[in-house]
């Protein structure tokens, strides 16, 4: 996948576009008022490998709690404002690093030239977030009206002279959202925020996202990630990790590979493959943002026989193929022990633990 360049903006410490990593960010869920919840939420999410945070800002208590928030957090903070531009201004005043507007119910050119006049006095980017919920213009596509309701909105943010622009065009279709974004970068510089909106609960909502973020990643679109679920922030960070992994864009550390056992599998292979994960999982932990140095990162393979487990843990850096009650580890391609069952866990670990030594 080749990467399509765009103009680079910061939020907060956090790159986006031009070159930068493709980053990580999610949502709280909780009341933004609730300041000691709020806080809670996104250092857990923090924790998981969040790299910037938004929060919904729906009245001017929630405006405020910004500035009490940002003294407790380490993440660049995002405002999400609907309906009322003067939330905007006051998130800005309070300490927001970047404002999310919604081109759908903050439209009027005078009320978006107060908060742009203000993000440039305090140097913030302004996020255009499009939503096929709530899209004005519903003559064309859906897609096609995300697009043109971006265009021109950028187009009143660029009379100003401001460019520090990200732009996001979500609808809870995968295919309209990945051609509402592939058409919007054939036309424009800014980066782009990637997410399905209103994906789903979190099996389904994976699938979405991973389907409809995957795609447009795969073709060198996008510059920064929300997984969208209805459930745990949690879960949206780890999946919006392991979607940057597949792809190879980004490194969190160990992939496991695993077979998903069948009758010949003489082993309980579930088992073993949760402890390792498991114990590499509370390993990670104790890294900060639960990422692994790079020295740490390798490929594990688990698999239940014969037929593709020597390949696979051959292929791996470091790999078991089990037989009837036992396993062969390969280390780096060589076969270097046969292990009974009881023993495999212990022994895999044994060996990750030397393997950069
Ligand atoms: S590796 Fe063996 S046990 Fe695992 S799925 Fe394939 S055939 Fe079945």
Same mark, same amino acid.
């Given at each position: 996948?080749?990467?399509?360049?765009?103009? =680079?903006?910061?939020?907060?410490?956090?790159?986006?576009?031009?070159?930068? #990593?493709?980053?990580?960010?999610?949502?709280?869920?909780?009341?933004?008022?609730?300041? #000691?919840?709020?806080?809670? =939420?996104?250092?857990?999410?923090?924790?998981?490998?969040?790299?910037?945070?938004? &929060?919904?800002?729906?009245?001017?208590?929630?405006?405020?709690?910004?500035?009490?928030? !940002?003294?407790?957090?380490?993440?660049?903070?995002?405002?999400?404002?609907?309906?009322?531009?003067?939330?905007?201004?006051?998130?800005?005043?309070?300490?927001?690093?970047?404002?999310?507007?919604?081109?759908?119910?903050?439209?009027?050119?005078?009320?978006? !030239?107060?908060?742009?006049?203000?993000?440039?006095?305090?140097?913030?980017?302004?996020?255009?977030?499009?939503?096929?919920?709530?899209?004005?213009?519903?003559? !064309?596509?859906?897609? /096609?009206?995300?697009?043109?309701?971006?265009?021109?909105?950028?187009?009143?943010?660029?009379?100003?002279?401001?460019?520090?622009?990200? &732009?996001? +065009?979500?609808?809870?279709? &995968?295919?309209?959202?990945?051609?509402?974004?592939?058409?919007?970068?054939?036309?424009?510089?800014?980066?782009?925020?990637? *997410? @399905?909106?209103?994906?789903?609960? @979190?099996?389904?909502?994976? &699938?979405?996202?991973?389907?409809?973020?995957?795609?447009? +990643?795969?073709?060198?679109?996008?510059?920064?990630?929300?997984?969208?679920?209805?459930?745990?922030?949690?879960? /949206?960070?780890?999946?919006?990790?392991?979607?940057?992994?597949?792809?190879?864009?980004r490194n969190f550390g160990p992939e496991i590979i695993s077979c998903p056992t069948c009758g010949r599998c003489q082993v309980d292979l579930q088992s073993i493959a949760e402890q390792i994960s498991s114990r590499?999982?509370?390993? *990670?932990?104790?890294?900060?943002?639960?990422?692994? #140095?790079?020295?740490?990162?390798? !490929?594990?393979? @688990?698999?239940?026989?014969?037929?593709?487990?020597?390949?696979?843990?051959?292929?791996?850096?470091?790999?078991?193929?089990?037989?009837?009650?036992?396993?062969?580890?390969?280390?780096? *391609?060589?076969?270097?022990?046969? @292990?009974?069952?009881?023993?495999?866990?212990?022994?895999? +670990?044994?060996?990750?633990?030397?393997?950069? +030594?």
């Amino acid at each position: 996948m080749e990467k399509i360049m765009k103009r =680079q903006i910061k939020v907060g410490n956090i790159k986006i576009g031009g070159g930068a #990593p493709v980053s990580i960010q999610s949502m709280t869920k909780t009341d933004t008022r609730d300041i #000691p919840g709020t806080i809670r =939420q996104i250092k857990e999410l923090e924790k998981s490998g969040c790299e910037i945070i938004r &929060v919904a800002i729906k009245d001017l208590e929630a405006a405020r709690a910004i500035k009490a928030i !940002k003294r407790k957090i380490n993440l660049p903070l995002v405002a999400d404002i609907h309906f009322d531009y003067r939330l905007a201004l006051r998130a800005i005043e309070n300490g927001a690093d970047k404002i999310r507007l919604n081109p759908g119910n903050i439209y009027k050119e005078d009320e978006i !030239k107060e908060v742009v006049k203000l993000a440039k006095k305090r140097k913030i980017p302004i996020r255009v977030g499009a939503n096929s919920g709530s899209i004005r213009d519903k003559g !064309k596509s859906a897609a /096609e009206s995300m697009v043109k309701s971006a265009i021109d909105y950028i187009k009143i943010l660029e009379r100003m002279d401001f460019y520090d622009i990200i &732009v996001s +065009l979500k609808a809870s279709s &995968v295919l309209s959202t990945i051609e509402a974004y592939k058409l919007f970068s054939k036309k424009s510089k800014y980066p782009l925020h990637l *997410g @399905v909106t209103a994906a789903g609960p @979190v099996s389904t909502g994976i &699938v979405k996202s991973s389907i409809g973020i995957g795609a447009l +990643l795969l073709d060198g679109i996008g510059d920064t990630i929300r997984v969208s679920l209805t459930g745990d922030p949690v879960e /949206e960070v780890i999946a919006a990790k392991n979607i940057l992994q597949a792809l190879e864009l980004r490194n969190f550390g160990p992939e496991i590979i695993s077979c998903p056992t069948c009758g010949r599998c003489q082993v309980d292979l579930q088992s073993i493959a949760e402890q390792i994960s498991s114990r590499l999982k509370a390993q *990670g932990s104790r890294e900060k943002y639960n990422l692994f #140095p790079r020295a740490l990162s390798f !490929k594990i393979a @688990v698999m239940g026989c014969e037929v593709n487990g020597p390949g696979e843990a051959k292929e791996a850096d470091i790999g078991i193929a089990c037989g009837k009650g036992t396993g062969v580890i390969f280390k780096k *391609g060589k076969l270097i022990k046969r @292990v009974k069952e009881k023993d495999i866990v212990k022994e895999l +670990l044994k060996n990750i633990t030397t393997l950069h +030594l």
